[in-house]
């Protein structure tokens, strides 16, 4: 398995622009996770999924980010308009109630 | 305002020696207590778990400490090896599958 699969690896991208994330979760994983990574907050959750579904989006910081999933082997993350302040590590994770899997993160860059 | 608390952002200890990375929490009706490790530009993984019905849980060098009077617990590496040295996050599960993480702790293991 090539585990939980997330894109792009970086991305820069200057205020006011759409941007999304994507991740492809482990196959037979039933629960999707996106978490932000900040030295400020460390790693906090934004949303998960269970079998496709939003199950708590009450970490989304603002109404500029959403999230979807419209099929089992993928997600998306998107953030319009960005801002500076969303620049961090952004972590998909999935599980299948055994333990966690995470990806290798997207870090996303606002200028 | 967090839940698990990790007050040390970084951690020096000599190859050889013993470390000892602490986790404060908030929630008492947290069941499980999680430790997650991170190298640079990888997605955190798991390392130890311990129930709150225990209060050690042993894997080889590593040992989590649950002191549940104190809503306290704490990771030992003994002995540190230089590839211990990551970014160490403490978790909590407070539901079925979602998990709360701390800042993280940054662990240097000097030759």
């Known amino acids: 398995d090539a585990g939980v699969i997330q894109s792009p690896r970086h991305e820069v991208t200057e205020m006011g622009q759409e941007v999304t994330l994507r991740c492809k979760p482990i196959?037979?994983?039933?629960?999707l996770f996106w978490y932000r990574q900040t030295m400020m907050r460390g790693l906090e959750l934004l949303i998960y999924f269970n079998n496709n579904v939003p199950i708590d989006d009450s970490g989304m910081p603002e109404d500029r980010f959403s999230a979807k999933m419209p099929n089992a082997s993928f997600s998306t993350l998107k953030i319009q308009p960005s801002e500076p302040r969303d620049s961090a590590v952004y972590f998909c994770?999935?599980?299948?109630?055994?333990?966690?899997?995470f990806g290798s993160g997207t870090r996303l860059t606002v200028v | 305002d967090q839940q698990v608390k990790q007050n040390s952002p970084s951690l020096s200890v000599q190859e050889g020696r013993i470390s000892i990375l602490n986790c404060d929490y908030t929630?008492?009706?947290?069941?499980?207590f999680l430790w997650y490790k991170k190298y640079p530009a990888e997605g955190p993984t798991f390392l130890i778990s311990?129930?709150?019905?225990?209060d050690k849980n042993e894997d080889g060098r590593f040992t989590v400490f649950l002191n549940k009077s104190a809503k306290h617990l704490s990771l030992h590496i003994v002995p540190s090896q230089p590839g211990d040295s990551a970014v160490y996050f403490c978790?909590?599960?407070?539901?079925?599958?979602?998990?709360?993480f701390g800042k993280g702790t940054r662990l240097h293991i000097l030759p």
């Open positions: 196959s037979g994983h039933d629960y």
């Open positions: 311990i129930s709150s019905i225990k």
């Open positions: 994770a999935s599980s299948n109630r055994v333990g966690y899997t």
């Open positions: 978790a909590a599960n407070v539901e079925d599958d979602k998990i709360i």
């Open positions: 929630n008492s009706m947290f069941d499980y």
